[in-house]
């Protein structure tokens, strides 16, 4: 079964190695089964994955469900459509009061220059704009 979590705090860390972090809860039961795979897949979502937002921040069921996924020959699982793709390994994991901060090495990048990233700022879906 596909495994995944939806991290509302993606911050890049250093440019040499390729560093990026985000946060995880201490409670997440997600977590501790991803720990054990050899390379993560981030996928930055897109304007067109607004409702899935919330399918992938639920606390049970199929957070995949509705989304079309794609695994890497290393084994990383990525959601279709997105803006980006970081195929990435677990450097370091530093606790955080409830949270863990992971810090991920980055392997490889796959960006589409066509499809706008979306954030959520403000508890809304905001699309990136110039």
Do not use: Y
């Not at 049970?60 to 990383?76: I, K, P, Q, W, Y």
């Not at 990525?78 to 370091?92: D, M, N, P, Y």
């Not at 490889?108 to 700022?121: E, G, L, M, S, T």
């Amino acid at each position: 079964m596909r495994q995944g979590l939806a991290a509302s705090t993606f911050v890049p860390v250093s440019l040499e190695p390729p560093l990026v972090s985000f946060c995880v809860q201490n409670t997440s039961t997600t977590w501790p089964k991803l720990t054990g795979v050899p390379m993560l897949g981030i996928s930055v979502l897109g304007e067109a994955h607004d409702a899935a937002v919330r399918t992938l921040a639920a606390k049970t069921g199929d957070r995949f469900a509705g989304l079309e996924t794609v695994s890497n020959d290393a084994g990383a699982v990525f959601i279709k459509g997105t803006s980006v793709w970081l195929e990435s390994a677990i450097e370091q994991l530093v606790p955080a009061g409830d949270h863990t901060i992971v810090v991920l090495r980055v392997n490889q990048v796959k960006v589409d220059p066509n499809v706008a990233p979306i954030v959520f700022h403000r508890s809304v879906l905001r699309r990136l704009g110039v």
